[in-house]
């Protein structure tokens, strides 16, 4: 089992920066594709950003390519996005997933190819 909790939304003004975390806890042994998804209300749950477990493989949704970036820190089990140019639109609840089978063999811009959530963190961008 993985628990994942995520940290650091809050409000931020459009064109602003903001970065959110997610921390793992349980078998947290570095071997999880981890990813990011975002729901906005009355939408339903998209993709956002994938890194494989070494990281050094990674995937955007390409309205966000050139301005997220995702990132891992494996001795601290932690996965974080870095958001830039922020705009109303990526207002929504951003959730972390986790899933222990390998980059290759998922696909990584699904929500049911992930196993475990974290409950979400809300991101709000203001005008």
């Known amino acids: 089992q993985v628990q994942l909790v995520e940290s650091g939304g809050g409000l931020v003004q459009a064109g602003g920066s903001l970065r959110v975390s997610c921390a793992a806890s349980g078998r947290t042994d570095s071997s999880h594709v981890m990813a990011w998804f975002r729901q906005a209300p009355g939408k339903e749950r998209e993709f956002v950003a994938a890194i494989s477990t070494s990281g050094r493989f990674k995937y955007y949704v390409d309205s966000v390519k050139g301005r997220f970036t995702i990132s891992r820190d494996n001795a601290k089990n932690t996965v974080f996005l870095q958001m830039g140019s922020l705009k109303l639109e990526n207002t929504a609840v951003y959730y972390c997933?986790?899933?222990?089978?390998?980059?290759?063999?998922?696909?990584?811009?699904?929500?049911?190819?992930?196993?475990?959530w974290g409950q979400g963190t809300q991101v709000t961008v203001s005008s």
């Open positions: 997933a986790a899933e222990s089978r390998p980059w290759t063999a998922i696909r990584t811009h699904l929500t049911n190819e992930y196993r475990y």
